[in-house]
């Protein structure tokens, strides 16, 4: 994909459907409500009120996620964390999945990270963000964000925010459009760095691939949004593959059948030749390792763009995900 090709902000909300006036008109529907929600008892991972995050703000998530994401525009210099930092970032996230707060506060802390509690203003719903505490480094590590009012039962991940243009707002609305999620956002374009150290779908060294990992090991199925260019060889709308397991679970048959519903063209990796099949993926690669399910998602740019596509796109992989969801309260 070309790196310059980012879209503004309001452009992809209007390409999945969403115009930037009408959240406007939802904000002061929903304000009230969301600043009750702030003071209520209820959370996700515990009904105690001392193990809510200290940190708390009423956001709109779309904007949070791609104002983040729009540092990886200039492509700032990038180092991974090290081995110590990696694994104190895991266990943080671990426990914060397993709804230890306090002890995911104080790991997170050691390496230059918290964990703030968000009110999305559009939809009312409740998010845990985990992202540095200042600018720099650490920052461009990347973000997690986990919906605070469910379980969690599923995620997507977006590796390639900016350079796979589009992706960091899909994962953005795949949150917002189901309960029960987590997006994994990397934080750094792909050619930052040394070499490939920024590209994390190919790195097991990153932030990104411990919290992915995380997840994993609580067997929580996830999807991997990424772009492609259309060329002859790629005539598609979307590839979908399972990466290294080359092999095709039920819901990666199922997403295909959605988004041909919606008059998509798919390729199926597990069936067809497909190119981008992202069998040297390291998130698939250590999702066949943990047993959990793993679906390579490729998208062409009228999927994630301005077209219709993308809003097929958007509604195809909702439901999987609604699935997922569903399938996580039994």
Known sequence: MSPADLH??????????????????????????????LGCQATSRGDVEAERPQARELVDLD???????????????????????RERLARGVGHLLDGDLEEAEQLLATVGFEVTRL?????????????????????????????????????VQVP????????????????ENTPGGALVLAGAHRTSGRGDAADVAHRTDSAFHAI??????RGVPG???????????????????TGAAQTAPEEAAMLAD?????????????SDRCPLEGATNVQGKAAKRHNTTFIHVELAPEARGDENEAAQALTALSRLLSTWSDAGKQ
Not at 264 to 270: D, E, H, M, S, T
């Open 258 to 270: 959605f988004m041909e519903g919606g008059e998509l063209r798919v390729c199926r990796g597990w």
């Open 160 to 175: 390639h925010p900016v350079a796979d243009r589009g992706t960091e707002i899909l994962g953005a609305r795949l949150l």
């Open 223 to 241: 999807l991997q949004l990424h772009g492609f260019a259309r060329a002859s060889d790629r005539p598609y709308d979307a590839i979908l593959s």
């Open 212 to 217: 992915v990992s995380e997840l994993q090991k």
């Open 63 to 85: 904007d949070r996620v791609l104002e983040y994401a729009k540092q990886a525009e200039v492509r700032a210099p990038y180092t991974p964390p090290s081995d110590t930092q």
């Open 8 to 37: 503004t902000s309001a452009k992809i909300d209007c390409s999945l459907g969403i115009t930037r006036s009408s959240r406007s008109l939802r904000v002061l529907a929903i304000l009230g409500f969301a600043l009750a929600l």
């Open 119 to 155: 009110t999305d203003t559009a939809s009312g719903r409740r998010y845990d963000e985990v992202a540095a505490r200042e600018p720099g480094t650490k920052a461009r590590w990347g973000r997690l964000y986990v919906n605070a009012d469910a379980g969690v039962r599923w995620n």
